[in-house]
């Protein structure tokens, strides 16, 4: 069974850094397109970012553009999303995804992971 599994959230500063990491078991990660989506408290989850299965592509929501970076380890079966100059706008479950979506952007993907909290507050 493909579980992904978050880490790396936590309590951070305007302005500061955050690294997110998913860590997937099972399955064959190399095969997977991985994206990152979010969902704040009383909103619908959304797309953050995407990364294609060979790493070749990226993908991006504008508000992330400049300050967000996904990245794929495939030798780790990790994929990771470096967040800089994070703002309270942030603040959200970060959810990892693998699979085979529709489209990047789209919350059809196979499987997966429970989030992990970012919260950004002074």
């Known amino acids: 069974q493909v579980q992904p599994v978050e880490s790396g959230g936590g309590l951070v500063q305007p302005g500061g850094s955050l690294r997110l990491s998913c860590t997937t078991s099972?399955?064959?990660?190399?095969?997977?397109?991985m994206a990152w989506f979010r969902q704040a408290s009383g909103k619908e989850r959304e797309f953050v970012a995407a990364i294609s299965r060979t790493g070749g592509v990226t993908y991006s929501i504008d508000s992330a553009k400049g300050r967000f970076t996904i990245a794929r380890d495939d030798a780790k079966n990790t994929v990771y999303l470096q967040m800089n100059r994070l703002s309270f706008e942030d603040t959200a479950v970060y959810y990892c995804a693998a699979g085979w979506p529709t489209r990047p952007s789209s919350l059809t993907y196979d499987y997966w992971g429970q989030g992990t909290q970012v919260t950004v507050s002074s």
């Open positions: 099972g399955g064959s990660f190399s095969s997977y397109d």
